[in-house]
């Protein structure tokens, strides 16, 4: 069984429906993508997935509990943890605040603490005191990635974490997603940068208009099916 | 190839079908609530008068609160202002009555302009607070002024009511002695005040600078890329109120013939009963406040004899018809049956005129 | 006229006005919300004090001590079951209905207590005084004085030193991502009123301690813990302190001249730094 999976999953922002139907599931310790065109519905997937929206009860579960009506405090609290879109981290607190307040609702089992993210991003140790907004566009996402693993999640919810950052900067943070998995964690991430989609995942899910048009792995899928998938099949 | 493109007849009108027959049966109420001290007694004048001015106080506070945003927790400034003023015209300098009250009302919006300086550097709940404290200032340095009785207060002098305009005019045509002829008039002036009041407020909604108001309301940005501007819209709502209310806190101490600091600007009488009357009525409408002033008089007479238990309860039911019908009685009515007494919506009637298209020459 | 004597009167004062001020600073500073009651609960505070020393006997700071908890209690469920529900975009439901609040607990102390006006005695601190220089302090002001510095440094420690300060500080910025973290909003805005209930209590022991109180006086010290929050700048302790001796000062400054003149002064004083300061003296740079 899936560590976590969604089953026609739906979701609405008021009267305008973003998903219709999305069947994902993740199987412990694996990578997988989500990638898509703006618009497509993967950034809702996981805001569904973290609580931030309540769901229909039935088309979420995480360990063999049904999650889609709990709060984000409550999943995470099971182990979900989230580093939202755009990093969002906390104007008023430090580099170091931000990632303390990571563990604030759950400690978990497992290897992360402080040292250990500065081990992983040793640029935020030196800035650990400044406030958590005053670092570039590339450190904030480290903080934010930080902020989520200080909970000891067992599945990481990234969302595009490339998001207006320089394609250095991107290489620098992916770099350290195979010492993320290593710990076991597993990881769904979301993605604009197909490229670096394909290379960190072991298996990749294609949306468009809020349904999955494709899914496969990296080495089962070629470019004219992904190309096809994400734009639509009659795309040029 | 051309085109003839008709201008299209959409049309934006704020009638609806109820409204010009609901229109006509408001003024031929009105028109009844004139004639009424013919034949009614002396207190139910006395009645229809505090709720005529308490109807306006209520107005105003709906225009600032529930048009423009703005809460204020010190109207009572430009009661007593308003009023003190009027003493100040007709025991200082001699004046009659009736015109010492426009003057009451004119002593108002001077006050506001200065007021809305500072208090407009506040904003939300600061800004409300900010109100309650202009007022407390009013209130303190007029308590100063010894020629009006300074901190006790003082009355008018003796006959100046019996000699206001109209009244002695009033007194022989219906057979009354001065003091209920005083009432009389002070109850017309009232339903005067009452109707061009509501009647300046529904044309303002329903004019441009009122379509401006409401986007100011909902989104100040917006509102501002398109030409509307927030601060001039906003300070001629609060200098338009404080004007009105300036008349009618003049007109209240006329009938009462005796003024106090406290008094004048006491925050129950003034604010609190007001913001109660607007909030169970439904802000926002102009016919909430209506409804609120009618709930208002019942419950007073009701609880009359409980002392501080009316407030306690109106307070009650003030929260808890903000926290689970936050548009008040009114509200409830016209969500469930969608008639509407002074409709200011915008609706967009009629269609495109077909065009006249011209196949190629 | 003592001068000297006068400025130090009212920085005594300004003490106490901080802490008036200080509760109304912390729970703005966290959701952005102005209770209208505040100066009603903080006479509803003297109230129980009164009652716990003269039902139990109990020494008035021993009376304060117990009525901490009680009063965090009462701000916890205040805010959870009632506030929370206005919290939102819209700025009428919390201002009308800590309005209605404050109505309500006005007349209930009034059906309770009467409007007579009373006191909380301090015994023999009433009158005890220091002598520094040519200057007599009094215990009871020097005291008050004290509390407020006392009260703010454990604000400050609590909200930069503690993770329960982080959570605050989190839920102000950004109360979705907050939740992310595990921060359940609705508790956080409790806990804040709760600990904002304390420091009411103590300043109502101070306040009843001082001079004669009535159920009828809470506006006017919402009032001045307002002035005092404005003067000092959304989002600093301490300036809440600047504001609340500017206030102080102002007023017995004022009253030295002509008693009348006393409130009004304070007033003017209020506007004087709102014309020229509209941020206050130590605003927050982000807000």
């Known amino acids: 069984m899936a560590l976590l999976e969604t089953r026609g999953l739906t979701a609405f922002y008021g009267d305008f429906q973003a998903l219709f139907g999305v069947d994902i599931a993740l199987d412990e310790g694996e990578t997988v993508a989500v990638i898509g065109a703006n618009g497509a519905g993967k950034s809702t997937l996981l805001r569904s997935i973290s609580g931030l929206i309540r769901n229909v009860p039935g088309q979420i579960r995480f360990d063999g ?11 995470l609290q099971l182990g979900i943890a989230m ?3 755009g990093r969002r981290l906390f104007p008023s607190l430090s580099v170091e605040e931000n990632l303390l307040i990571g563990r604030y609702g759950r400690v978990g089992n497992g290897a992360w603490s402080l040292d250990a993210i500065y081990d992983l991003f040793p640029v935020l140790k030196e800035r650990r005191h400044h406030p958590g907004t005053a670092l570039s566009g590339g450190q904030q996402q480290m903080v934010a990635i930080g902020r989520g693993l200080m909970s000891n999640p067992r599945v990481l919810l990234c969302d595009e974490v490339s998001l207006g950052l320089a394609p250095v900067v991107v290489r620098d943070i992916y770099a350290a997603f195979p010492k993320i998995r290593a710990t076991g964690a597993s990881i769904v991430i979301i993605e604009q940068d197909i490229g670096q ?4 995942a072991d298996r990749v899910y294609c949306m468009m208009e809020g349904r999955v048009t494709l899914s496969g792995t990296p080495a089962t899928l070629s470019r004219e099916d992904i190309h096809a998938a994400y734009f639509g099949a009659h795309a040029r | 190839m051309s085109d003839h493109i008709s201008s299209s007849s959409w049309t934006v009108s704020t009638r609806t079908r109820g409204s010009a027959f609901s229109m006509l049966a408001i003024l031929a109420l009105v028109a009844l609530a004139f004639t009424a001290p013919l034949f009614v007694s002396r207190s139910v004048v006395q009645d229809l008068f505090f709720i005529l001015t308490m109807l306006v106080l209520a107005q105003c506070w709906n225009l600032l609160a529930g048009y423009a945003g703005l809460v204020s927790v010190g109207q009572q400034a430009f009661v007593g202002f308003g009023a003190y003023a009027m003493f100040a015209g007709v025991s200082l300098l001699g004046m009659d009555p009736m015109a010492a009250i426009l003057l009451g009302g004119l002593a108002a919006l001077a006050l506001s302009v200065p007021t809305a300086f500072f208090v407009f550097r506040l904003q939300g709940a600061y800004f409300a607070i900010g109100t309650w404290v202009i007022a407390e200032i009013v209130r303190l340095s007029l308590a100063q002024w010894k020629a009006l009785g300074g901190g006790t207060g003082t009355s008018l002098p003796s006959g100046a009511t019996r000699d206001m305009v109209g009244v002695r005019l009033v007194a022989d045509l219906l057979g009354v002695r001065g003091p209920q002829a005083t009432d009389i008039v002070c109850y017309w002036l009232a339903l005067l005040l009452a109707v ?13 600078q009122g ?8 989104n100040r940005e917006a509102a501002r890329s398109v030409g509307v501007d927030p601060t001039w819209t906003k300070s001629f709502v609060y200098l338009v109120a404080a004007l009105a209310t300036g008349l009618a806190g003049a007109l209240i101490y006329v009938q009462k013939a005796r003024i106090s600091p406290d008094a004048a600007f006491s925050v129950p009488d003034w604010t609190a009963y007001v913001i109660f009357i607007v909030v169970i009525g439904g802000i926002g409408t102009i016919e909430g ?9 019942i419950l007073q007479n009701l609880l009359a004899d409980y002392g501080s238990w009316y407030l306690l309860i109106l307070g009650l039911i003030g929260i808890l018809v903000m926290l689970f019908a936050p548009r008040g009685l009114w509200g409830l009515f016209t969500d469930g049956t969608g008639i509407q007494l002074f409709p200011v919506r915008r609706i967009l009637a009629g269609q495109p005129k077909p065009k006249d298209i011209r196949g190629s020459d | 006229m003592n001068w000297i004597d006068t400025i130090i009167q009212g920085i005594l004062l300004g003490g106490l006005y901080a802490l008036f001020a200080a509760g109304l600073a912390l729970v703005f500073g966290i959701m952005r919300l102005v209770n209208l009651a505040h100066g009603d609960l903080i006479v509803l505070a003297a109230f129980l004090i009164l009652m716990l020393v003269s039902a139990l006997g109990l020494n008035p700071f021993i009376a304060t001590a117990a009525a901490l908890p009680v009063m965090f209690v009462l701000g916890w469920a205040m805010q959870f079951l009632v506030l929370n529900r206005t919290l939102g975009n819209d700025i009428l439901p919390p201002l009308l209905v800590t309005f209605g609040l404050s109505v309500v607990i006005q007349n209930g102390l009034l059906e309770g207590f009467s409007a007579d006006s009373r006191r909380i005695s301090a015994g023999a601190l009433e009158t005890a005084s220091l002598q520094i220089g040519p200057i007599s302090i009094g215990t009871m002001p020097l005291l008050t004085f004290l509390s407020a510095v006392g009260v703010i440094v454990a604000l400050n420690l609590i909200f930069y030193r503690t993770s329960l300060g982080r959570a605050f500080r989190a839920t102000s910025d950004d109360s979705a991502t907050a939740g992310l973290m595990g921060i359940r909003a609705e508790r956080i805005f409790a806990t804040a009123t709760g600990l904002a209930m304390m420091v009411v209590t103590i300043a109502a022991l ?3 301690t001082r001079a004669n109180f009535d159920p009828t006086m809470g506006p006017a010290r919402l009032i001045y813990a307002f002035e005092a929050v404005i003067i000092g700048g959304l989002g600093s302790f301490w300036g809440t302190l600047a504001g609340g001796i500017i206030i102080g000062v102002a007023q017995t400054v004022g009253a030295a001249i002509n008693p009348e003149w006393q409130i009004l002064a304070g007033h003017i004083a209020f506007l004087l730094v709102l014309l020229v300061r509209p941020r206050g003296l130590f605003p927050r740079a982000v807000d």
Do not use: N
Request: overall charge positive; cysteine-free; charged content about 20%.
């Open chain 1, 65 to 75: 509990r049904e999650i889609g009506g709990l709060a984000a405090p409550d999943v």
């Open chain 1, 83 to 85: 580093v939202p879109e």
């Open chain 1, 197 to 200: 989609a394909l290379k960190v």
């Open chain 2, 196 to 208: 061009v009041t509501i009647g300046s407020i529904y044309k303002l909604l329903r004019s441009k």
């Open chain 2, 211 to 218: 379509l401006g108001l409401a986007a100011v309301r909902d």
């Open chain 2, 289 to 297: 406040p209506i409804i609120g002033v009618i709930v208002f008089y």
């Open chain 3, 206 to 208: 101070y306040l009843g």
